[in-house]
């Protein structure tokens, strides 16, 4: 009971900085045009962006369900749901976002999951969301014309490159891949295509909230810059440094007063609403852990 008091206490405490970072970066670049851009915010889109989020997660989940089943195992959709977003919940309240496999472990033993069955779960899913940003950064780096946004690619493309050195130079991993049935795993990569691309219209989605007709291919490849940029932070969740690398990334062409919301749309699309939802997942499970 002690720690899940403790853990409601943290919940708190992350709220309100997640309230102070969004509200602080709202009023950095709207200044008195606060009440302005309020009144250009479409709440259709904003409706639409919740049920996008919602098929995302659901299309994820399958996504997990057919890792586990080439690991030979069997999971609910409900239990997939809940190993996401209990992960993207640990991400978003530790540094460097790794907080999540020790619950995640803990979570799969109740569905007789092995440590290593579960390492093989998370980096078959990892490989599944980083094959797609792959395929699709050359397009990124052939759009690009800024000198600031080459910098960025070049970052975004190093994160995932040395994510896929460490899977082949890290002998545990490459063990854990071969727990998993290639064609499986070779399913669960064909559909993260689709899968990654509905992700990757939460920044047009945005945009479309407040008012603002974006270019989707524009948008679509600059939140490929932004969410490769935006991980393995040092702060939890990038929580603070994902906002101003992305409001770099997309003021270019876009009006000031607009970056600030469009970065806080963004984040509760792509990561928040997620990370909301796994904590309801992981409160409930603390508390009544039998």
């Known amino acids: 009971m002690e720690n899940f008091k403790k853990y409601v206490k943290f919940f708190k405490l992350f709220i309100i900085a997640y309230v102070i970072v969004s509200f602080g970066f709202v009023l950095f670049f709207s ?151 290639w064609k499986f795993l070779i399913l669960a990569i064909l559909i993260s295509f689709p899968i990654q691309v509905i992700y990757l219209s939460f920044l047009y989605i945005s945009l479309k909230t407040l008012s603002i007709n974006p270019n989707f291919w524009n948008t679509f490849l600059k939140q490929i810059i932004m969410q490769l940029s935006t991980y393995f932070q040092i702060t939890p969740g990038g929580l603070g440094i994902s906002e101003i690398i992305g409001s770099i990334i997309i003021s270019e062409n876009l009006d000031y007063k607009y970056v600030g919301f469009s970065i806080v749309l963004w984040r509760l699309f792509s990561s928040y609403l997620s990370g909301f939802l796994g904590f309801f997942f992981v409160f409930n499970r603390l508390k009544s852990p039998q």
């Open 31 to 181: 200044g008195r045009d606060f009440l302005k851009v309020i009144f250009h915010i479409n709440v259709f889109y904003f409706l639409i962006g919740i049920i996008i989020w919602i098929l995302f997660i659901v299309l994820d989940g399958f996504r997990i369900l057919i890792i586990s089943k080439g690991i030979g195992k069997s999971l609910s959709l409900k239990i997939s749901i809940e190993f996401i977003t209990s992960g993207s919940f640990f991400a978003l309240t530790t540094p460097f976002g790794g907080g999540g496999l020790i619950y995640q472990a803990w979570l799969l033993k109740k569905y007789n999951f092995s440590l290593n069955q579960t390492l093989s779960l998370i980096i078959s899913r990892g490989i599944c969301i980083f094959i797609p940003y792959l395929t699709f950064l050359p397009f990124v780096i052939s759009s690009v014309k800024s000198n600031l946004l080459k910098i960025f690619v070049i970052y975004a493309f190093l994160i995932a490159f040395i994510f896929f050195l460490v899977l082949i130079f890290k002998k545990e991993y490459r063990e854990r891949l071969k727990e998993i049935n």
